[in-house]
């Protein structure tokens, strides 16, 4: 039987980082779901679909193909129409894209089998807003990973620097609030946490501190 760790929390928590590093320790799948609703949101950019266009959406989703699969290091690789835009969906204007492609209830259900055969087939360690709720609910471990919004927003400020970004704080600082608020308004599968779950704040944490919280927590709990 494969084992599934949920990992919900807002934007800018650290979730990937982290959910790579423990997947790694564990010799477990790492599944990024936010890159899922990146490369849904991209799509609808390229093609000028609004998300609050159902049928624009609904139209779109008929006619892409949007993939998950692994390198040879077990990297995750996201793949739109074959194409590899794992790179691409890593901006800004993605990740606001993706806080309200994800609010669309079609958008959702259209992922959501693709989501749990990934937890049926293999271990995995699962980030996103809605894993706990509503992707894996029976998960056997599920951990709410938070922190300040300043401490998130100068995490992601100082990464997308090193990437030679030119960016500013402030900015990142607003669209954090912005989907604080988008992911925990929506009336679809709205970001709380999960009955059950445990609950980790990182404001005070650093990363290597974080990894071996969560690696602690989930041997505690298997």
């Known amino acids: 039987m494969s084992i599934a760790i949920a990992l919900d929390g807002p934007a800018g928590a650290g979730k990937s980082s982290i959910a790579k590093r423990v997947a790694k320790a564990l010799d477990y799948i ?60 890593r901006t800004p204007e993605a990740s606001m894209m993706a806080s309200k492609i994800s609010a669309v209830p079609i958008v959702r259900a259209y992922l959501l089998d693709l989501q749990r055969n990934m937890a049926k087939t293999h271990n995995v360690i699962m980030d996103g807003r809605d894993i706990g709720t509503v992707v894996l609910p029976d998960a056997q471990v599920k951990i709410f990973l938070t922190a300040s919004p300043e401490a998130r927003a ?44 445990v609950m980790i704040d990182t ?20």
């Open 30 to 89: 790492y599944v990024d779901t936010g890159a899922l609703y990146r490369t849904i949101g991209l799509s609808a950019t390229r093609n000028s679909v609004a998300p609050e266009d159902e049928n624009a959406v609904k139209n779109l989703l008929s006619k892409i193909t949007v993939d998950l699969t692994f390198n040879e290091k077990g990297e995750q690789i996201v793949l739109l129409d074959s194409e590899d835009v794992s790179g691409l969906i």
């Open 154 to 197: 100068e995490r992601r400020y100082k990464e997308l620097v090193e990437k030679g970004m030119d960016v500013k704080y402030d900015d990142i600082l607003n669209d954090v609030i912005t989907r604080d608020y988008n992911d925990t308004h929506r009336k679809t599968a709205p970001l709380k946490p999960a009955e059950g779950c």
């Open 203 to 222: 404001t005070e944490l650093d990363f290597e501190q974080s990894v071996e919280k969560i690696i602690s927590v989930i041997k505690e709990n298997i």
